[in-house]
């Protein structure tokens, strides 16, 4: 099982936000910013290649709903979800980084020869 399963099974614990039948809302335990919070479906996906269009709809709102119980509605913040290898995505469990409480740089390449491109 993996690890977000187990913090949905409540065998891994987990700084909670919010969740309701569908989703859960829980803070990154390594925040890149002053808010970082993981919204993850409570079902199993792989990443964002399987999630179903009725799992994003779902998704979405509650994702809505995250950035105006955390305070960073009306300030602004970055939602990202990473995929496979090239996108960094470390935890194979479909998951929405929620970012903000601070002006967010931009600029995403890991290596030097990447960033001719910019
Ligand atoms: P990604 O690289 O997109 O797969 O992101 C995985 C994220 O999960 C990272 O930001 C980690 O800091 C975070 N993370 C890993 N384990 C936990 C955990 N047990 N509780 C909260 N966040 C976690």
């Known amino acids: 099982m993996c690890i977000f399963c187990k913090i949905v099974n409540s065998e891994l614990p987990s700084n909670l936000v919010k969740e309701n039948d569908d989703f859960m809302a829980f803070h990154d335990l390594n925040p890149k910013a002053p808010i970082h919070i993981l919204v993850i479906p409570k079902q199993h996906v792989d990443s964002f290649?399987?999630?179903t269009p009725q799992t994003m709809a779902g998704m979405t709102s509650f994702i809505q709903?995250?950035?105006?119980?955390?305070?960073?509605k009306e300030s602004g913040y970055r939602v990202i979800t990473n995929v496979g290898d090239n996108g960094g995505q470390e935890v194979k469990h479909l998951h929405w980084h929620v970012l903000g409480g601070a002006k967010l740089a931009w600029g995403?390449?890991?290596?030097?020869?990447?960033?001719?491109?910019l």
């Not at 709903?65 to 960073?72: M, N, P, R």
């Not at 995403?108 to 491109?117: C, I, T």
Request: glycine share 4%.
């Open 108 to 117: 995403h390449f890991a290596d030097a020869e990447s960033s001719k491109f």
């Open 65 to 72: 709903e995250i950035a105006e119980i955390v305070g960073i």
């Open 49 to 51: 290649n399987e999630v």
